[in-house]
C-alpha cells in the first residue's frame, strides 16, 4: 500500500480552518452525506499518515481508518464541542488503532517510507537530507506505540501537549514524560549515525 507514505508528504499538517470543518459536523449531524464525504476528504491523509506511523500496518491502516470516520457518521452527536473537533476524531482514532494492534497477533512489520528533501538542495545535499529523515522515521518507527504517537502528533501534525493528552486520554504530564522519553531514545539511536545538529530541527 504505497500510498500510505511515512514521510506524510510535507511531513507537516495541513492546514484546516476549523469553523469550516464545525459546519461540516453540523451538517453530518442533519445526515447531509454530501458534508460527511467532505469531513472524509479532509481528514483522510492526515489520519492515514498518523496510523501509518502509529501501527507499521498497512493493511491495517484503511480499515481503522474507515472505522474512524463511521463513528464520526454514526455517531455524531457524540462531539459536544468540548474539544475540537480534530482532537475528537484523533482521539477516536487512537483507540481504534489500539485496539486493531491488539487483535493482531504478527509481529510489527517496519514499512517503506518516502522521504522528500528540500528542492533548493544540492545532489548531495539532498542525500544527505533523505538519509537523515530515513533514519529518523526509523528510529521513531522502533518507539513504543504511546511514545510514537506523542512524537508523531507533535511533530508532524503540530499539537500541543494538551491536545495530545485529549487524544490519547492520560494526563497532561504523561504526555510530558512520554516525550522526555522518546526523545531520549532518539537522541541515544541517532546519536551514532546523525550529528546534533541534523537533529536540531527537531528538539
Given at each position: 500500500?504505497?500510498?500510505?507514505?511515512?514521510?506524510?508528504?510535507?511531513?507537516?499538517?495541513?492546514?484546516?480552518?476549523?469553523?469550516?470543518?464545525?459546519?461540516?459536523?453540523?451538517?453530518?449531524?442533519?445526515?447531509?452525506?454530501?458534508?460527511?464525504?467532505?469531513?472524509?476528504?479532509?481528514?483522510?491523509?492526515r489520519l492515514a499518515r498518523f496510523l501509518?506511523?502509529?501501527?507499521?500496518?498497512?493493511?491495517?491502516?484503511?480499515?481503522?481508518?474507515?472505522?474512524?470516520?463511521?463513528?464520526?457518521?454514526?455517531?455524531?452527536?457524540?462531539?459536544?464541542?468540548?474539544?475540537?473537533?480534530?482532537?475528537?476524531?484523533?482521539?477516536?482514532?487512537?483507540?481504534?488503532?489500539?485496539?486493531?494492534?491488539?487483535?493482531?497477533?504478527?509481529?510489527?512489520?517496519?514499512?517503506?517510507s518516502e522521504t522528500r528533501a528540500s528542492?533548493?538542495?544540492?545532489?548531495?545535499?539532498?542525500?544527505?537530507?533523505?538519509?537523515?529523515?530515513?533514519?529518523?522515521?526509523?528510529?521513531?518507527?522502533?518507539?513504543?506505540?504511546?511514545?510514537?504517537?506523542?512524537?508523531?502528533?507533535?511533530?508532524?501534525?503540530?499539537?500541543?501537549?494538551?491536545?495530545?493528552?485529549?487524544?490519547?486520554?492520560?494526563?497532561?504530564?504523561?504526555?510530558?514524560?512520554?516525550?522526555?522519553?522518546?526523545?531520549?531514545?532518539?537522541?541515544?539511536?541517532?546519536?551514532?549515525?546523525?550529528?546534533?545538529?541534523?537533529?536540531?530541527?527537531?528538539?
Amino acid at each position: 500500500m504505497s500510498g500510505y507514505s511515512a514521510a506524510g508528504g510535507q511531513g507537516r499538517a495541513s492546514a484546516f480552518s476549523g469553523d469550516d470543518d464545525l459546519r461540516l459536523m453540523a451538517r453530518v449531524r442533519a445526515r447531509d452525506q454530501a458534508a460527511f464525504e467532505q469531513l472524509y476528504r479532509n481528514y483522510h491523509p492526515r489520519l492515514a499518515r498518523f496510523l501509518i506511523n502509529l501501527i507499521h500496518k498497512p493493511h491495517l491502516v484503511e480499515e481503522v481508518l474507515n472505522d474512524t470516520m463511521m463513528v464520526v457518521w454514526d455517531r455524531p452527536e457524540s462531539f459536544r464541542g468540548a474539544s475540537k473537533l480534530s482532537t475528537w476524531i484523533f482521539g477516536i482514532a487512537w483507540r481504534k488503532a489500539m485496539k486493531a494492534v491488539r487483535r493482531q497477533d504478527e509481529p510489527v512489520e517496519d514499512t517503506e517510507s518516502e522521504t522528500r528533501a528540500s528542492p533548493d538542495a544540492g545532489p548531495d545535499g539532498r542525500l544527505g537530507q533523505q538519509r537523515a529523515q530515513a533514519l529518523l522515521l526509523a528510529a521513531i518507527g522502533r518507539l513504543s506505540p504511546d511514545h510514537r504517537a506523542v512524537v508523531d502528533l507533535t511533530y508532524f501534525h503540530e499539537m500541543g501537549y494538551r491536545e495530545i493528552a485529549e487524544i490519547m486520554e492520560c494526563p497532561v504530564d504523561t504526555v510530558k514524560t512520554r516525550m522526555f522519553h522518546a526523545r531520549r531514545h532518539l537522541k541515544r539511536a541517532l546519536s551514532g549515525d546523525l550529528g546534533a545538529g541534523a537533529l536540531a530541527d527537531w528538539w
